[in-house]
């Protein structure tokens, strides 16, 4: 059969379908996927349509929590020194059969040592399988110097073998780029010469298959009747590439489709009041901070940074710039994460004090630059209104603040830099809702020059960081964790501007459906009224 | 004719050249490059942004790149792009029939509107419809197309549903892609409604890039038609008692439009640019909207390619202009 043929079945199949009744749930996604391998990408969009429907991972983050459950491994252990990790996959586990792959074999061990392996081993053939590619999740959060070895002990049977005691380990191993590929189709792919395909034509274990990919217009997947964990309620899903926020709006509101994510924070109010939209929110999992340079003068010294946070209206900016759509941040973790400290005090609003602090410092008549980017993001719809407020709440104080700001990519790196002059509007959406992925990157000493846009460098803080990484009771980190915030509080490397809000409009008929903490949109388990 | 052919492609050989320095350069030139955008806020070690930097061999010396980007194009070979991985070529040729479609069907719009209604208002030069019609014809070219897009969708698509909102067709059409054209391939589909809703999702993206072209044209016919109505054979027609309906319609257009067959051939440039916005706010899968996405994402073959393959058109269809032009006036040919 040739290819079109096969896809004009596929359209009848689905006509057909159509004819019974199929439920198609239609998400206007906000944009084009960067391929259909997860690995070696870094987009939440690119997971949306690639890791979420069509992969699962050993692990799974559970829905609307960060908690670990089972996934593709049905159970594990973890050994006393914390070094080994012995998962039991799943037996009985399908590949998609799809136009362009038919599986002989289940899930095996096999399937696991490949999909880490190929992002693990620089000689391994699917390392480069196109040219320029590489593993940014994998490396960023430094599996590669993790990761020992990884062996089968039987055919349902994986050990990870680490290099030292690493806690988050697990939460890692949840991440789209730990997606589990099969190892079956990617010698198919080598044997026929087009491993390219492999990003372009995937094949999964998970609740939805890909049907066909219209390039930046639309994607089809259709549910997968052989999932392990059930099939899910409908049987067609449908992502309408449509970049505008406000155009997605239209379309949901015109019964185009069902789901959108990201709405303009403007259109909130109007999306309330629209009848027949249902409109979720949950607090994001995300921090937005303005990073002063502590190895700068006179920004090294706690007292000043504590001083010109006092100076910061908070409420004003949550107000006018979150228009209400987010909460004051006191700590730099957001509270939904545990470990959250909720003990600590914010500081309290108080120009008067403030000013008094800088004089008690001696610092007189300071000008400083407060960085605004260029991009809005899911933390911070406005950074350049941010940074206007903050520029009226200093010159209350007698800081003089000129306002900068590059274009994104260079305003990334260049704030990375550790004679950077200013202070820094930036922040954080969590990958894997462990404390160490906000805490330990972006505070630790490990991260000076690059995700530590603070450039601070406390061994106390973090000591009780490293020590929390290496400790495997939960409880126990949690306590490190909440001291560490105790010793972020007094230092200030940051002042800790907002948690932002985020909002899923969707349409009355869909149900089921659960918000990610950590951002991502997945389908499997929503259903469409009739 | 031959001649005058040769002498117009030799023109294009060093303007295609500037096009490969201006397109090669373009996108170095923007601030931020792929491997820091990709790092994201998350940030990157020195050592690993030289190692990616080198894996895609943007650390060899611009010159030597350049010369490496040429070499590959006279072998055909636009690269492969840095996000997506596919050859930008093959990409290019995917989303460009939807973008041809779309500024066709504007063209086409704009010439039947803009012509009639350009000889209209020269004819009845200072009347309310020459008012009208050049007034509305300077708001159209004044006209934020981004703006535009979004207000005609919120009152005909949102308010009176008429229209949908965005797209190529309804999602409920599923065929294989045979020529690239909705239009064509909902006809070939045999799918009851397929070629209707396709006509339905084009109708605002068309009006929205039509609305341009349509001001220029209109504003030149005008013009054009003013300056032959004044001619002395259109003053001998008339006296010679030929019906005034003749005498615009044949005698005085005839000539006007040279000069709009030139300005409607030149509109092409002016669509490829309407193309980037129009093509955004109606989630139109063209090379606009992915020009812009690879813009964004500092996707240098991507962009470089996508410039160079529009320069290319554009020269190509300014070149049959040229061409035809010569063949509509033989004393062309010889200047």
Known sequence: MTGYSKLLMTAAVCLAAAGAQAKTLVYCSEGSPEGFDPAPYTAGTTFDASSRPIYNRLVEFEKGTTNVIPGLAERWEVSEDGLQYTFHLRPGVKFHTTDWFTPTRDLTADDVIFSFERQRDASSPWNQYTAGISYEYFNSMEMGTLIESIEKVDDLTVRFNLTRPEAPFLANLAMDFASIMSMEYADQLAAEDRMSDLNQQPVGTGPFQMVAYQQDAVIRYRANAEYWNGKPPIDDLVFAITTDPAVRLQKLQAGECHVMPYPAPADIEAIRADENLTLMEQPGLNVAYLAYNTQMPPFDNPQVRRALNMAMNKQAIIDAVFQGTGEAAKNPIPPTMWSYNEEIEDDTYDPEAARQMLEEAGVTDLSMKVWAMPVQRPYMPNARRTAELIQEDFAAVGVDVEIVSYEWGEYLERSSAEDRDGAVILGWTGDNGDPDNFLGVLLSCAGVGEANRAQWCSEEFSDLINQAKATSDQEERAELYRQAQVIFKEEAPWATIAHSTVFMPMSNKVQGYVMSPLGSHQFDAVDIAE | ?335
């Open chain 2, 1 to 335: 004719m031959i001649r005058f052919f040769l002498g117009k492609l030799l023109y294009l050989v060093p303007t295609f050249l500037g096009v490969t320095i201006v397109a090669f350069g373009f996108v170095r030139v923007l601030p931020g490059d792929p491997v820091l955008l990709m790092a994201g806020e998350r940030g990157i070690s020195p050592e690993r942004y030289d190692q990616l930097m080198q894996q895609l061999g943007y650390d060899q010396p611009v010159w030597w790149q350049y010369l490496e980007f040429l070499g590959r194009l006279f072998r055909g070979d636009l690269g492969e792009s840095l996000v997506t991985k596919s050859p930008v070529l093959s990409e290019f040729l995917t989303l460009f029939p939807a973008t041809v479609e779309l500024a066709l069907c504007a063209i086409v719009l704009a010439t039947l509107i803009g012509i009639p209604a350009g000889v209209l208002a020269a004819v009845k030069r200072g009347s309310w419809f020459d008012q009208i019609s050049m007034g509305t014809a300077l708001i159209g070219y004044s006209m934020p197309i981004f703006w535009w897009g979004l207000l005609l969708i919120i009152l005909f698509s949102g308010v009176l549903g008429w229209t949908p909102v965005s797209g190529r067709i309804s999602l409920l059409f599923f065929f294989p892609e045979v020529t690239g054209f909705m239009l064509i391939d909902s006809l070939l589909s045999g799918q009851d409604g397929a070629f209707g809703s396709a006509v339905a999702h084009l109708i605002l993206p068309t009006i929205v890039l039509a609305t341009i072209p349509l001001a220029v044209i209109a504003r030149q016919t005008r013009s054009a038609m003013l300056e032959v109505l004044g001619e002395d054979y259109v003053r001998t027609a008339r006296a010679k008692g030929l019906p005034w309906r003749r005498v615009v319609g044949v005698h005085a257009l005839r000539n006007a439009m040279i000069p709009v067959v030139t300005t409607i051939g030149l509109q092409i440039g002016v669509l490829m640019a309407g193309a980037i916005l129009t093509e955004t706010i109606f989630s139109w899968p063209g090379i606009g909207k992915w020009m812009v996405d690879s813009i964004f994402r500092r996707d240098y073959p991507a962009v470089q390619g996508g410039l160079l393959m529009v320069a290319a058109i554009v020269m190509a269809v300014n070149l049959i202009v040229d061409l035809l032009y010569g063949l509509i006036n033989p004393r062309i040919r010889h200047v």
